[in-house]
Nanobody
């Protein structure tokens, strides 16, 4: 089973930035990786994704503020978040899907508040 561990969350003021990291215990070559977020009592939503070929997708609410990236050599996935808003407050989860494998991290809390 592939393990995903997120880090980089925390408390940030509105307009601030955070970089989330996700370390994967196995190779991410050929895998689809993504970041989701979830607010208590709401459905988990897709924030951003990147395919094995490097194609990216972002939720409409991102509005150019976030950037997802991957480092296949280090088995790492990143989410650079800028111009953060209170509405971005959520637990952020790393996700990986590959042939025969689907795995989630345990999440990292992001709180945007003054």
């Amino acid at each position: 089973q592939v393990q995903l561990v997120e880090s980089g969350g925390g408390l940030v003021q509105p307009g601030g930035s955070l970089r989330l990291s996700c370390v994967v215990s196995g190779s991410i070559v050929g895998a689809y990786v993504a970041w989701y977020r979830q607010v208590l009592d709401k459905q988990r939503e897709l924030v951003a994704s990147v395919t094995s070929a490097g194609f990216t997708w972002y939720g409409d609410f991102v509005k150019g503020r976030f950037a997802i990236s991957r480092d296949n050599a280090k088995n790492m996935v990143y989410l650079q978040m800028s111009s953060l808003e209170p509405e971005d407050t959520a637990v952020y989860y790393c996700y990986l899907a590959a042939t025969g494998i689907v795995s989630w991290g345990q999440g990292t809390q992001v709180t945007v508040s003054s």
